[in-house]
């Protein structure tokens, strides 16, 4: 019976691996594993480690019923190889898990990468050593390698965040994790099934656990904005049709103009209500989540925001049957988009079925997990399953469950004991050598991670091609440089709604987690980055 603590499958005994290379990839997500091939194109000895039992990463571990993409397939993949990119065949708008995890399998094969990569382990620690400019990297299965260099792929959303529940541990059914999920398939027919949470996997997953379950109650805590996706199949045409679009997005990658706020937000003129209400339906009717490029101030001037918050509750009262639970799923607390919007098929529609009823926490609060299901203030209910769609202790968590010491026998935790911080989300003062892709300080999970991963790594691999050529075998941030950076990025989230939510972003979701807004959201983040690099590493010392 499948439960909560499930971890991958083992693939059986094997010798502990000790040994010296160039680098460490630490996870082999789309991050690490185009990390792993564009060293390996320098020249470089590279070795892998990855948790799990086959890469993927996110995809891996996400098997939830309706786990898929929320932004389009065509745009959800790599760049950097143009036979790669003409190849793969997505089958669908907005690709499913199963398809995802596959062309990730496609990706570490067709490159001949597997061979790199030991599976099955978790890195335990990470230690500098000054003298020899060198990590020693340790896992759970014994391995000991040292590396000049070691890359941190480990993922924004790996580490799943496990609510402490009173009593969670006396419910006698199967408890699953929408973060780890069984690699067998779970069937709920005919099952009593509770889910907790309604963020963007419980909103992807509740409409599925709907159709097979006997009831279905849902839990929620905080009501999200969510848009229909119209997921459809990809055909031929609709695959040549997107070909001059998908151009020009790779081309305004580079352009200092593109970041997630345009920087004509600020002074841009408020539309009148009905121009603004017409976008939105218009949006509406073509799904995805391009409501939130519908105005450049969408973002940073609430009376527009207000508008879009307006439109998407009254698009929820249409669709809810019941008065009461329209209500309670409606949003009012916060601007829309400010926590990553939520991309649904049939989400709100659920809740008309006849066996699925909804839960306000917030005006009946969840007491306990008992033998045979869960207690509010006022009510009992008796579940067969239950279901924690409760999210990530995102951007850090992974690094924060290894420990990772740097100059003087400093952990990061430490470090970030106030917060987490990196120069450029690239690299932490104290920690040299050590490359963190997409980290806290950059745009990540803002927008769309792929592309994130890809600009990091090449990033990081051209400058290591620079310091090779300049005979150069340490480099770290300036901790000046980093503290102007991280206050950079508070700024740029101030001078926008996004920190009018208590969202992930800023570790709101995880007990004790420091506040700090960790995603960067200013503009033309790329193309500072680059300058910075041509400036010769402004910020950086290098050694």
Not at 517 to 539: D, K, N, S, T, W
Request: glycine letters at 8%; charged letters at 20%; one cysteine or more.
């Amino acid at each position: 019976m499948s439960r909560l603590e499930q971890t991958s499958p083992d693939h059986g005994a094997r010798p502990p691996l000790v040994a010296e290379c160039d680098a460490v990839v630490v996870g082999a997500g789309f991050g690490g594993l185009y990390a792993i091939y564009r060293l390996r194109e320098l020249g470089l000895k590279v070795i892998g480690i990855e948790a799990a039992s086959d890469v993927g990463g996110t995809w891996y571990w996400n098997r939830y019923p309706g786990a898929r993409c929320d932004i389009p397939s065509l745009f959800y993949s790599y760049t950097w190889s143009e036979e790669l990119r003409q190849e793969w065949r997505w089958s669908e708008k907005y690709a499913a898990q199963p398809e995802i995890l596959s062309y990730a399998q496609h990706v570490v094969d067709r490159f001949e990468l597997r061979s790199l990569i030991r599976f099955d382990t978790r890195v335990t620690s990470a230690d500098w050593d000054e003298a020899g400019e060198s990590w020693t990297v340790r896992t759970d299965r014994g391995d000991c390698i040292v590396a000049s260099i070691c890359v941190m792929a480990t993922g924004n959303l790996s580490v799943p965040n496990k609510p402490k529940l009173p009593g969670l541990e006396r419910f006698g059914g199967p408890v699953y994790h929408t973060g780890q999920w069984p690699h067998e398939e779970v069937d709920f027919s005919g099952l009593r099934v509770a889910v907790i949470g309604t963020g963007s996997s419980g909103v992807q997953t509740i409409p599925m656990v709907a159709k097979a379950a006997s009831r279905l109650t849902v839990f929620q805590r905080t009501p999200n904005y969510s848009v229909p996706a119209r997921n459809a199949p990809l055909s031929d045409t609709d695959i040549a049709a997107a070909e001059p679009l998908i151009a020009k997005y790779r081309e305004s990658l580079e352009t200092p103009e593109f970041g997630r706020v345009p920087a004509n937000a600020f002074d841009a003129a408020v539309p009148d209500r009905d121009v603004q209400w017409a976008r939105y339906e218009q949006l509406w009717e073509q799904g995805g989540g391009g409501i939130l490029t519908a105005f450049p101030n969408i973002l940073t001037d609430e009376a527009v925001n207000d508008v879009a918050c307006d439109f998407v509750r009254d698009k929820i009262r249409g669709i809810v049957n019941d008065a009461a639970t329209a209500e309670a799923l409606s949003p009012k607390n916060y601007p829309l988009g400010v926590k990553r919007i939520c991309i649904d098929t049939g989400y709100f529609a659920t809740y008309n079925l006849p066996h699925v009823e909804l839960v306000d926490l917030r005006t009946e609060p969840l007491t306990a997990v008992t033998e045979t299901g869960l207690e509010t203030a006022t009510r009992s209910f008796v579940v067969d399953a239950l279901v924690l769609a409760t999210g990530y202790d995102a951007m850090t968590g992974a690094l924060a469950a290894m420990q990772i010491r740097g100059r003087d026998g400093a952990t990061l935790n430490e470090a970030w004991a106030g917060g987490p911080s990196a120069y450029l989300g690239l690299m932490v003062s104290g920690f040299p050598n050590l490359f963190v892709v997409t980290g806290p300080g950059s745009p990540s999970v803002i927008g769309n991670v792929i592309h994130a991963c890809e600009n990091h790594v090449e990033w990081i691999a051209a400058c290591l091609d620079s310091m090779r050529a300049n005979g150069q075998t340490r480099i770290e941030p300036d901790r000046d440089a980093e503290r102007a950076w991280m206050a950079h990025v508070a700024d740029a989230a101030s001078r926008t709604l996004y920190p009018k939510a208590n969202s992930w972003y800023q570790g709101a979701n995880i007990a004790g987690k420091p506040r700090v807004f960790m995603p960067y959201v200013g503009q033309g983040y790329r193309h500072r980055i680059a300058q910075i690099a041509q400036r010769g590493y402004e910020g950086f010392e290098l050694r």
